[in-house]
């Protein structure tokens, strides 16, 4: 299986969306739930989260842990899909709220909208029911599966049209337990949906002509950046440190460790450009100690073997992920690529 989210993605993302939620709900007013208000909310008045069973509930608990507004808990189950994965082109409530939503603040949580069905049953259902205002949380959004219109008021992440497992989304009710999402794919058979991992380098090209670079190969940007941009003949990376693309967590064993790694990562993202490293004119180095520059030295120049592009090396106090060194490339593109 693929990792498309890693675990320290999921906690920096759900701690955004924690703030967004405490700072909307924070205040309680005439119209609904929050930026209007005029008073603190009180604990007698709590938010309610209402997480929809099963697959929300290890995003529900991670969201709620962040949450300062006071804050009630319920759950709602529908049943919409059979064990193998199939609509069923009917909803049914499987389990019930047991709090009084009237005249009160909703949140609800999912963890995932596909076609649109369940979450937009469920908020005509709160909405019928009195609720004072009634918003939608989702971890995930798979828009290409959209059936029906819902909106989103605050989403994690936008995901391609694959089936996804983990942190509580399953497959015949495994998978739940993993602390990432990843692309479900039976071993040795084809996808639940196309596309898959792994899938070959992509790019796209911009109207401003700039061409945005991707491969499975190395960790994915998951925000609002891209392994590598080229443009006008010269390609520019982001900073790779040593994550292991397949587990999206860094590898064990330390500096070298990392050093390798971050290096491959490059090394697979010049590759996507059809470039290599004899192809980079200029390095930017940073690392936690510099006291390991002579071991970076030694690996770095293993990778550029005889190629000696220009480079800058600096200190950082600290780096992404609590990695110990980090490196972006500027390259230039072979003629016809990129
Ligand atoms: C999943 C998911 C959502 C719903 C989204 O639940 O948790 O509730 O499907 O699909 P839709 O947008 O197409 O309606 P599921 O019914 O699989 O139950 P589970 O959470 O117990 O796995």
Not at 158 to 169: C, D, P, R, T, W
Request: with cysteine; charged share 25%.
């Amino acid at each position: 299986m693929r990792v498309l989210i890693p675990a320290a993605e999921l906690a920096r993302r759900v701690a955004e969306l924690a703030g967004r939620i405490d700072a909307d709900y924070r205040l309680v007013g005439d119209g609904g739930g929050g930026r209007r208000g005029h008073r603190p909310r009180a604990q007698d008045d709590p938010l309610i989260a209402v997480g929809v069973l099963k697959g929300s509930v290890f995003f529900l608990a991670d969201l709620l842990k962040r949450l300062r507004v006071p804050v009630a808990v319920d759950f709602l189950q529908t049943a919409s899909y059979g064990a193998g994965g199939e609509h069923r082109g009917e909803m049914r409530i499987r389990k019930d709220l047991d709090l009084s939503i009237r005249g009160r603040d909703v949140l609800l949580v999912e963890d995932i909208v596909d076609t649109g069905f369940t979450a937009r049953t469920i908020l005509d259902l709160l909405r019928h029911r009195g609720a004072r205002s009634v918003r939608l949380c989702a971890l995930l959004d798979k828009t290409a599966a959209r059936q029906v219109e819902v909106p989103i008021d605050y989403r994690g992440f936008a995901i391609e049209n694959v089936f996804v497992v983990g942190y509580g989304l399953d497959h015949g009710e495994r998978y739940r337990n993993l602390p990432y999402i990843a692309v479900w794919q039976a071993e040795g058979e084809p996808p639940a949906t196309a596309p898959t991992a792994p899938t070959p380098p992509t790019s796209e090209r911009s109207i401003s002509g700039m061409q945005f670079h991707h491969t499975d190969q190395a960790p994915a940007a998951i925000g609002p950046y891209s392994q590598a941009v080229s443009v006008d003949g010269w390609l520019y990376t982001s900073g790779q440190v040593g994550l292991d693309p397949a587990t999206g967590e860094l590898v064990a064993g330390g500096f070298e460790a990392q050093a390798r790694r971050a290096l491959e990562n490059l090394r697979q993202v010049l590759a996507s450009a059809g470039c290599g490293f004899s192809d980079v004119v200029k390095a930017t180095v940073y690392v936690v100690d510099l006291a390991d520059f002579p071991r970076l030295n030694a690996l770095y120049g293993e990778a550029m073997a005889e190629h000696r592009p220009a480079r800058s090396t600096v200190q950082a106090a600290a780096l992404p992920r609590g990695a110990l060194v980090e490196i972006d490339l500027v390259a230039r593109l072979r003629p016809g690529a990129g």
